[in-house]
């Protein structure tokens, strides 16, 4: 395979994974709508929401670096 052909064979997979992470932020919009409908407070849907970090995962790690002060 060719320089060029990695590339698109790239670009597919990134617009693929684009697709399918569309969806699952449309997902998780109807997921919320539906817990504050129910009377959720914002405040534990924030915290729902947010990645739980493994910290034996790399990127646990990255997360760390990036939020580092």
């Known amino acids: 395979m060719n320089q060029l052909d990695l590339i698109r064979a790239a670009a597919?997979?990134?617009?693929?994974a684009r697709v399918l992470l569309r969806e699952r932020e449309e997902t998780l919009d109807a997921i919320v709508q539906t817990?504050?409908?129910y009377?959720?407070?914002?405040a534990q849907v924030d915290e729902a929401k947010s990645p739980s970090w493994n910290a034996a995962t790399p990127t646990a790690d990255e997360h760390q670096a990036l939020t580092a002060p």
């Open 12 to 16: 597919e997979d990134v617009a693929s």
């Open 39 to 42: 009377g959720v407070p914002m």
């Open 35 to 37: 817990a504050l409908e």
